[in-house]
Protein backbone atom coordinates (compact mmCIF):
# COMPACT_ATOMS: atom_id res chain seq x y z
CA UNK A 1 0.00 0.00 0.00
CA UNK A 2 1.51 3.26 -1.14
CA UNK A 3 2.32 5.44 2.09
CA UNK A 4 1.89 9.53 2.20
CA UNK A 5 1.95 11.23 5.13
CA UNK A 6 1.31 15.10 5.44
CA UNK A 7 2.92 17.21 7.56
CA UNK A 8 1.50 19.32 9.47
CA UNK A 9 -2.02 18.03 10.06
CA UNK A 10 -3.62 21.22 11.25
CA UNK A 11 -1.81 24.94 11.08
CA UNK A 12 -3.16 28.43 12.09
CA UNK A 13 -0.84 31.03 11.28
CA UNK A 14 -1.39 34.80 10.47
CA UNK A 15 -2.36 36.94 6.96
CA UNK A 16 0.66 37.72 5.61
CA UNK A 17 3.58 35.25 6.99
CA UNK A 18 4.91 32.33 4.61
CA UNK A 19 3.76 28.67 5.56
CA UNK A 20 5.20 25.36 3.91
CA UNK A 21 2.81 22.19 3.93
CA UNK A 22 5.00 19.07 3.54
CA UNK A 23 3.73 15.45 1.36
CA UNK A 24 6.47 12.20 2.01
CA UNK A 25 5.68 9.10 0.11
CA UNK A 26 7.38 5.88 1.26
CA UNK A 27 6.95 4.76 -2.69
CA UNK A 28 8.80 5.93 -5.86
CA UNK A 29 6.23 7.02 -7.18
CA UNK A 30 6.70 9.82 -10.12
CA UNK A 31 3.37 12.30 -9.89
CA UNK A 32 2.36 13.66 -6.97
CA UNK A 33 -0.29 16.61 -6.59
CA UNK A 34 -1.53 19.55 -4.34
CA UNK A 35 -5.30 19.82 -3.95
CA UNK A 36 -7.69 22.02 -1.66
CA UNK A 37 -11.10 21.64 -0.68
CA UNK A 38 -13.21 23.78 -0.32
CA UNK A 39 -17.10 23.69 0.61
CA UNK A 40 -19.06 24.51 -2.93
CA UNK A 41 -15.88 24.17 -4.99
CA UNK A 42 -14.81 20.52 -4.30
CA UNK A 43 -11.12 19.35 -5.02
CA UNK A 44 -9.35 21.90 -7.26
CA UNK A 45 -5.76 21.36 -8.46
CA UNK A 46 -2.97 23.69 -6.98
CA UNK A 47 0.17 22.34 -8.66
CA UNK A 48 1.59 19.00 -9.27
CA UNK A 49 5.02 17.48 -10.68
CA UNK A 50 5.70 14.54 -12.82
CA UNK A 51 9.45 14.18 -11.24
CA UNK A 52 12.54 15.50 -9.42
CA UNK A 53 12.48 19.73 -10.48
CA UNK A 54 9.35 19.28 -12.34
CA UNK A 55 6.52 20.59 -11.54
CA UNK A 56 3.38 22.70 -13.19
CA UNK A 57 0.82 24.30 -12.81
CA UNK A 58 -2.83 23.26 -11.47
CA UNK A 59 -5.64 25.93 -11.81
CA UNK A 60 -5.39 27.09 -8.94
CA UNK A 61 -1.64 27.76 -8.78
CA UNK A 62 -1.66 31.64 -7.88
CA UNK A 63 -0.48 32.83 -4.41
CA UNK A 64 1.21 29.11 -4.11
CA UNK A 65 4.66 27.72 -5.36
CA UNK A 66 6.15 23.96 -4.78
CA UNK A 67 9.02 22.56 -4.40
CA UNK A 68 10.65 18.47 -5.51
CA UNK A 69 14.16 17.80 -4.92
CA UNK A 70 13.74 14.47 -3.89
CA UNK A 71 11.30 11.90 -5.53
CA UNK A 72 9.73 11.27 -2.27
CA UNK A 73 8.84 14.63 -0.88
CA UNK A 74 6.73 17.23 -2.49
CA UNK A 75 6.40 20.86 -0.75
CA UNK A 76 3.50 23.10 -1.14
CA UNK A 77 4.80 27.00 0.10
CA UNK A 78 2.15 29.71 0.41
CA UNK A 79 4.32 32.07 -0.05
CA UNK A 80 2.27 34.88 1.51
CA UNK A 81 -0.65 33.47 3.08
CA UNK A 82 -4.12 34.75 2.80
CA UNK A 83 -7.44 34.27 4.08
CA UNK A 84 -8.58 33.20 1.28
CA UNK A 85 -6.27 30.21 1.63
CA UNK A 86 -7.85 28.35 4.46
CA UNK A 87 -8.64 24.99 3.15
CA UNK A 88 -7.89 21.68 3.69
CA UNK A 89 -5.11 20.37 1.18
CA UNK A 90 -4.49 17.39 0.45
CA UNK A 91 -1.47 15.64 -1.34
CA UNK A 92 -1.77 12.63 -3.73
CA UNK A 93 0.24 10.83 -5.56
CA UNK A 94 -0.53 8.73 -9.06
CA UNK A 95 -0.87 4.70 -8.85
CA UNK A 96 0.27 4.73 -12.20
CA UNK A 97 -2.40 2.15 -13.40
CA UNK A 98 -2.49 3.92 -17.23
CA UNK A 99 -0.25 4.88 -19.43
CA UNK A 100 -1.71 8.28 -19.22
CA UNK A 101 -1.13 10.00 -15.63
CA UNK A 102 -4.09 11.76 -15.85
CA UNK A 103 -6.38 8.54 -16.04
CA UNK A 104 -5.00 6.75 -13.44
CA UNK A 105 -6.47 6.42 -10.07
CA UNK A 106 -5.02 8.81 -6.99
CA UNK A 107 -3.83 7.90 -3.79
CA UNK A 108 -4.35 10.77 -1.14
CA UNK A 109 -3.40 11.76 2.19
CA UNK A 110 -5.14 12.07 5.04
CA UNK A 111 -5.01 16.52 4.17
CA UNK A 112 -3.87 19.28 6.20
CA UNK A 113 -6.30 21.61 7.75
CA UNK A 114 -4.95 25.37 7.32
CA UNK A 115 -6.62 28.13 8.45
CA UNK A 116 -4.94 32.06 8.17
CA UNK A 117 -6.38 34.76 10.54
CA UNK B 1 -13.60 24.04 -19.16
CA UNK B 2 -14.44 20.68 -18.02
CA UNK B 3 -17.16 20.45 -15.52
CA UNK B 4 -18.43 17.59 -13.44
CA UNK B 5 -21.62 17.95 -11.96
CA UNK B 6 -23.12 15.73 -9.29
CA UNK B 7 -26.43 15.24 -7.98
CA UNK B 8 -28.01 15.43 -5.31
CA UNK B 9 -25.65 17.30 -3.69
CA UNK B 10 -26.83 15.75 -0.10
CA UNK B 11 -29.00 12.75 0.50
CA UNK B 12 -30.06 11.53 3.62
CA UNK B 13 -31.97 8.10 3.52
CA UNK B 14 -32.76 5.15 6.09
CA UNK B 15 -30.55 1.94 6.30
CA UNK B 16 -31.94 -0.26 3.65
CA UNK B 17 -33.02 1.52 1.27
CA UNK B 18 -31.43 1.83 -2.40
CA UNK B 19 -29.92 4.77 -4.00
CA UNK B 20 -28.72 6.41 -7.45
CA UNK B 21 -25.60 9.22 -7.57
CA UNK B 22 -25.23 10.96 -10.68
CA UNK B 23 -22.08 12.55 -12.52
CA UNK B 24 -22.87 14.54 -15.84
CA UNK B 25 -21.13 16.45 -17.68
CA UNK B 26 -20.69 17.65 -21.48
CA UNK B 27 -17.45 16.63 -22.22
CA UNK B 28 -16.14 13.63 -22.72
CA UNK B 29 -13.97 11.67 -20.50
CA UNK B 30 -11.10 9.31 -21.45
CA UNK B 31 -12.03 7.15 -18.21
CA UNK B 32 -14.36 8.03 -14.92
CA UNK B 33 -13.38 7.61 -11.24
CA UNK B 34 -15.48 7.29 -8.04
CA UNK B 35 -13.84 8.16 -4.61
CA UNK B 36 -15.54 8.01 -1.11
CA UNK B 37 -14.24 10.47 1.43
CA UNK B 38 -14.88 10.18 5.15
CA UNK B 39 -14.64 13.20 7.82
CA UNK B 40 -10.80 13.94 8.33
CA UNK B 41 -9.79 11.56 5.94
CA UNK B 42 -8.33 11.74 2.26
CA UNK B 43 -10.75 10.31 -0.67
CA UNK B 44 -10.49 6.78 -1.22
CA UNK B 45 -10.69 5.07 -5.05
CA UNK B 46 -13.43 3.15 -5.38
CA UNK B 47 -13.81 2.30 -8.90
CA UNK B 48 -12.73 3.48 -11.77
CA UNK B 49 -14.26 2.97 -15.47
CA UNK B 50 -12.92 3.79 -18.80
CA UNK B 51 -15.17 1.71 -21.33
CA UNK B 52 -18.52 3.41 -22.51
CA UNK B 53 -21.54 1.69 -21.67
CA UNK B 54 -19.24 -0.57 -18.89
CA UNK B 55 -20.59 -1.29 -15.50
CA UNK B 56 -18.76 -2.67 -12.67
CA UNK B 57 -20.07 -3.74 -9.50
CA UNK B 58 -18.67 -3.79 -5.67
CA UNK B 59 -20.47 -5.42 -3.24
CA UNK B 60 -23.40 -3.42 -2.99
CA UNK B 61 -22.38 -0.92 -5.72
CA UNK B 62 -22.84 -0.61 -8.99
CA UNK B 63 -21.02 1.80 -11.44
CA UNK B 64 -22.17 2.53 -14.76
CA UNK B 65 -20.29 4.64 -17.63
CA UNK B 66 -22.17 6.45 -19.85
CA UNK B 67 -22.20 4.96 -23.46
CA UNK B 68 -21.07 8.55 -24.54
CA UNK B 69 -18.55 8.71 -21.63
CA UNK B 70 -20.25 12.10 -20.96
CA UNK B 71 -21.61 10.75 -17.79
CA UNK B 72 -21.76 8.19 -14.90
CA UNK B 73 -23.82 6.97 -11.78
CA UNK B 74 -23.46 5.02 -9.02
CA UNK B 75 -26.08 2.99 -7.42
CA UNK B 76 -26.22 1.48 -3.97
CA UNK B 77 -28.20 -0.71 -2.88
CA UNK B 78 -29.66 -1.42 0.89
CA UNK B 79 -27.71 1.09 1.96
CA UNK B 80 -25.91 0.86 4.94
CA UNK B 81 -24.61 3.21 7.99
CA UNK B 82 -21.50 2.26 7.09
CA UNK B 83 -21.95 3.98 3.36
CA UNK B 84 -22.21 7.41 5.05
CA UNK B 85 -19.72 9.70 3.74
CA UNK B 86 -18.47 12.35 0.71
CA UNK B 87 -18.82 10.33 -3.04
CA UNK B 88 -16.70 12.01 -5.38
CA UNK B 89 -16.65 11.76 -8.90
CA UNK B 90 -13.68 12.70 -11.30
CA UNK B 91 -13.24 12.12 -15.06
CA UNK B 92 -9.84 11.86 -16.82
CA UNK B 93 -9.28 14.61 -19.60
CA UNK B 94 -8.02 17.52 -21.26
CA UNK B 95 -8.85 20.75 -19.62
CA UNK B 96 -10.09 24.00 -20.15
CA UNK B 97 -6.53 25.32 -19.72
CA UNK B 98 -4.96 22.82 -22.42
CA UNK B 99 -3.55 19.99 -19.80
CA UNK B 100 -4.82 16.91 -19.20
CA UNK B 101 -5.47 15.97 -15.69
CA UNK B 102 -8.43 14.89 -13.22
CA UNK B 103 -11.30 17.08 -12.96
CA UNK B 104 -13.62 16.34 -9.70
CA UNK B 105 -16.98 16.82 -9.00
CA UNK B 106 -18.32 18.96 -5.95
CA UNK B 107 -19.84 15.77 -4.16
CA UNK B 108 -22.37 14.02 -2.94
CA UNK B 109 -22.72 13.95 1.00
CA UNK B 110 -24.63 10.80 1.72
CA UNK B 111 -26.10 10.08 5.58
CA UNK B 112 -27.47 6.58 6.13
CA UNK B 113 -29.34 6.74 9.47
CA UNK B 114 -29.75 3.45 11.19
Known amino acids: DAGITQSPRHKVTETGTPVTLRCHQT?????MYWYRQDPGHGLRLIHY???????DKGEVSDGYSVSRSKTEDFLLTLESATSSQTSVYFC????????????????FGNGTRLTVT | TQLLEQSPQFLSIQEGENLTVYCNSS?????LQWYRQEPGEGPVLLVT?????EVKKLKRLTFQFGDARKDSSLHITAAQPGDTGLYLC??????????????FGKGTKLSVIP
Open chain 1, 92 to 107: AISLGQFRSSYNSPLH
Open chain 1, 27 to 31: ENHRY
Open chain 1, 49 to 55: SYGVKDT
Open chain 2, 27 to 31: SVFSS
Open chain 2, 49 to 53: VVTGG
Open chain 2, 90 to 103: AGGGRTGAGSYQLT
